[in-house]
């Protein structure tokens, strides 16, 4: 598997509000973790997939710039939320099937990936506004573990290119 972003961020995902389970305003609690990059930064695919959704309107970064969301369903049937992105790569459209690496999106305004995890056991929109805390989907995850595991093969990755 890869790390979603070409380097692993200096800034902690593990802490403060860009850690998963997060306050957020209005009592919800932030879904996912978010990995500090610079703008058009490309986002990876972590491992092998079909892309369900892409493009979509996620959120407005602060500075009034719409941000955007992709769903890819990867093979051990787990589904990433990539979001935070400014678009997706050139042919990245629901539907496509897309290879581990491969460059799907772009870091969008909010300077940043945000990630989410779903086991992929439940059907239907990954944001229910209806339901308290996450407001997400029930099968959503902690992404931070499976983060870590990414970001030690990454770095195992780099020490043996060495």
Do not use: W
Request: hydrophobic share 35%; glycine share 10%; with cysteine.
């Amino acid at each position: 598997m890869s790390f979603p972003l070409p380097f692993v961020p200096k800034h902690t995902y593990h802490t403060g509000g860009t850690r998963f389970g997060a306050d957020r305003p209005n009592g919800r609690k932030h879904a996912g973790c978010d990995l500090y990059a610079p703008f058009d930064t490309p986002v990876l695919a972590v491992a092998h997939g079909l892309i369900l959704r892409s493009p979509y309107k996620f959120y407005r970064a602060k500075n009034g710039v719409m941000t955007y969301a992709l769903e890819v369903k990867h093979t051990k049937g787990y589904i990433v939320r990539y979001t935070e992105v400014d678009r997706c790569a050139e042919g990245i459209e629901t539907g496509v099937s897309v290879e581990e690496g491969q460059t799907i999106a772009y870091v969008g305004a909010a300077l940043m990936l945000h990630f989410e995890l779903y086991k992929g056991t439940e059907h239907g929109p990954l944001t229910d506004r209806s339901r308290t805390g996450f407001q997400r989907r029930a099968d959503l995850l902690n992404p931070t573990k499976f983060i870590d595991s990414l970001r030690q093969e990454f770095y195992s990755r780099m020490a043996t290119a060495q």
